[in-house]
């Protein structure tokens, strides 16, 4: 069974920039969700897809979107990037459909927004 | 409103117990979790239980829940240097069972 997977690891932009991040879920799982984690914080809801759909969206702004892809991987998209984006930012993947809602989380990708 | 708090730090001796204590508000969670997070690792999942149930216990880990007062407890026994970690207190909420989590409690075990 492969873990979930996120690209790059670190990454390093500026203000006003655009990036894209990766994840690819957990064989057999057909949801995937992505928080945000500043430093010191617990993580924040920022949207979740489950069949290619956006299924739930947390605070965040339109510039913060998404797309989830028929094998079930997942990209998190942000244009017009601020300082207050830099953050670890998780891909968590699950199995809707299960009686509790075990997410399994990636190890992150870490960007610094200068 | 959603808000999960929890104390942010807990020191213990090696072999002592642990307890990390969470308070939540949705009154409306089916499901209340308990992750882990090392230093350059991502969440891992420690243990979940059920909002009808009071305790679960799962080798060294016992969970309380106080539903009427919205408490949540995670219990170490017998910690270990290896436990040293931030533990998240979560809990689902909504139809899209997204997951709230508190600040974190980071423990430090001493030997």
């Known amino acids: 069974e492969t873990g979930v997977t996120q690209s790059p690891t670190h990454l390093i932009k500026t203000r006003g920039q655009q990036v894209t991040l990766r994840c690819s879920s957990q064989s057999g799982h057909n949801t995937v969700s992505w928080y945000q984690q500043a430093l010191g914080q617990g993580p924040q809801f920022i949207f979740q897809?489950?069949?290619?759909?956006?299924?739930g969206r947390g605070n965040f702004p339109p510039r913060f979107s998404g797309l989830q892809f028929p094998n079930y991987s997942s990209e998190l998209n942000v244009n017009a990037l601020e300082l207050d984006d830099s953050a670890l930012y998780l891909c968590a993947s699950s199995l809707v459909g299960r009686e509790y809602n075990e997410q399994f989380f990636g190890p992150g990708t870490r960007l610094t927004v200068l | 409103g959603e808000d999960v708090e929890q104390s942010l730090f807990l020191s213990v001796r090696e072999g002592d117990s642990s307890v990390i204590n969470c308070t939540y508000t949705?009154?409306?969670?089916?499901?209340l979790y308990w992750y882990k997070q090392e230093p350059g690792a991502g969440l891992q999942l420690l243990t979940y239980i059920f909002s009808n149930m009071d305790m679960k216990q799962d080798q060294r880990l016992t969970v309380l829940l106080n539903k009427k007062d919205k408490h949540l407890s995670l219990r170490i026994a017998d910690t270990q240097t290896g436990d040293s970690a931030i533990y998240f207190c979560?809990?689902?909420?909504?139809?899209?069972?997204?997951?709230?989590w508190g600040l974190g409690t980071s423990l430090a075990v001493n030997p």
């Open positions: 897809y489950y069949r290619e759909e956006e299924n």
């Open positions: 949705d009154s409306s969670s089916t499901y």
């Open positions: 979560a809990e689902d909420a909504g139809n899209n069972r997204k997951l709230i």
